[in-house]
């Protein structure tokens, strides 16, 4: 007899079966209590979205996560929903149950839908459900000894939260005790929050990879200065996606994206969709 299920949105007394099927079946690496850690953010709880869930009977046996932010965008409010896991029991795949649950996933059209740790094999996939390319590239910056004047960095939290304009505080306060670095630009005349992971990577290069940047021009002029004020000695780089960069870069190398980030939306320009408030932060996960 073929196991059948019907999906419907998550609820706050979902949480302890879904992690404890992301952990036995997804990836027992992860602790049920690292996987707890994308129903935990408080940035959401007015509006809040968890994700999909397959049930048979009362069991849970299929999770499509999402992680919800409402996102200051120029001058307008914007709801973003960041994809997280996305698991479905052996027995019930082949039913049709996966596309059915990113159809209703992006069934808002008020809402800017994120993927920015896809699994390769689902590329194609993603294509046919209209979502669009995000970005196949980043950009790396490394330290080269060139000289630069005008920049300060400043790491110190209590110090950027004191110097940050309103909007950039929300998004420090939001992040704040997440695995994430935070770093503000500063020049004589202007500023830029950044949100930073530092990681080593394949090949043992270390990645200061931007998650988030308040000010798209400032980091598109200075990141070369950035990169040479930041970085230790070393296989160090600065990276960024190409997206975050607002001209031509010749001075950084370019790396293919192991698997392209998608994103669909009715509102939001491609520069404006960063990498903050994501599952990428919440599990503390090396950005691919």
């Given amino acids: 007899m073929t196991a059948t299920a019907k999906l419907r949105r998550v609820k706050p007394g979902d949480i302890d079966a879904i992690c404890d099927l992301l952990h036995t079946h997804m990836n027992p690496e992860f602790s049920v209590e690292r996987w707890r850690r994308l129903f935990e953010p408080q940035w959401c709880i007015d509006n809040p979205d968890m994700g999909i869930v397959a049930v048979d009977g009362d069991r849970i046996v299929g999770f499509h996560g999402h992680v919800c932010s409402h996102r200051t965008v120029g001058t307008r409010q914007e709801r973003f929903v960041n994809f997280s896991s996305w698991y479905i029991l052996k027995e019930y795949r082949g039913q049709g149950l996966g596309r059915k649950m990113l159809e209703m996933a992006i069934s808002d059209p008020n809402t800017t839908y994120v993927v920015c740790s896809l699994s390769p094999k689902r590329i ?165």
């Fill in 124 to 288: 194609d996939y993603f294509k046919t459900l209209g979502m669009d390319v995000l970005d196949t590239e980043r950009l790396l910056w490394r330290k080269e000894g060139h000289e630069y004047e005008n920049l300060e960095l400043i790491n110190d939290p209590e110090v950027i939260a004191m110097r940050a304009n309103p909007d950039e505080v929300i998004v420090l306060n939001d992040h704040e005790g997440l695995p994430i670095t935070p770093l503000l630009v500063s020049t004589k005349c202007t500023q830029c929050l950044l949100l930073l992971s530092v990681a080593k990577k394949k090949g043992g290069r270390v990645y200061y990879d931007v998650l988030y940047r308040s000010n798209p021009g400032l980091f598109t002029d200075r990141a070369p200065d950035i990169a040479q004020a930041l970085l230790p000695d070393g296989d160090v780089v600065l990276a960024a996606d190409r997206r975050f960069v607002e001209k031509d870069a010749p001075e950084a190398e370019v790396e293919t994206i192991k698997s392209p980030r998608f994103y669909k939306t009715n509102s939001v320009r491609p520069r404006n969709v960063d990498l903050a408030y994501s599952e990428i932060i919440l599990l503390d996960m090396k950005l691919d």
